[in-house]
Nanobody
Framework: QVQLVESGGGLVQPGGSLRLSCVAS????????VAWFRQAPGQEREGVSC????????SYVDSVKGRFTISRDNAKNTVYLQMNSLKPEDTAVYYC????????????????WGKGTLVTVSS
């Protein structure tokens, strides 16, 4: 079965950190660009970060620059999102994705979506 499965979400206090993981199965992740999206309550889904196949190219939406870091481990077929200095505004369902190309922080030509993991930042 071809799928992406996210994990690592949960409840965190403002200023805290969280590391999300996304494991691919049924296909080889290193053939594709990888990305994270998020959808906050009552808002549209937005691109958070996108990374090239090699990891040489990364980009982030302005609101998370300096706080979030995308990375990948192709040997483990896994992509990560390290989130530091979390804010209540970061509360959202986070989705990983694999696809064709990064346009800035947004992945286009998405081939696969994960089902999402909920991150709640609250005191």
């Amino acid at each position: 079965q071809v799928q992406l499965v996210e994990s690592g979400g949960g409840l965190v206090q403002p200023g805290g950190s969280l590391r999300l993981s996304c494991v691919a199965s049924g296909f080889t992740l290193d053939y594709r660009r990888v990305a994270w999206f998020r959808q906050a309550p009552g808002q549209e889904r937005e691109g958070v970060s996108c990374m090239s196949r090699s990891g040489a190219y990364t980009s982030y939406v302005d609101s998370v620059k300096g706080r979030f870091t995308i990375s990948r481990d192709n040997a483990k077929n896994t992509v990560y999102l390290q989130m530091n200095s979390l804010k209540p505004e970061d509360t959202a369902v986070y989705y990983c994705a694999a696809g064709a190309s990064c346009s800035g922080h947004v992945l286009y030509g998405v081939h696969y979506w994960g089902k999402g993991t909920l991150v709640t930042v609250s005191s």
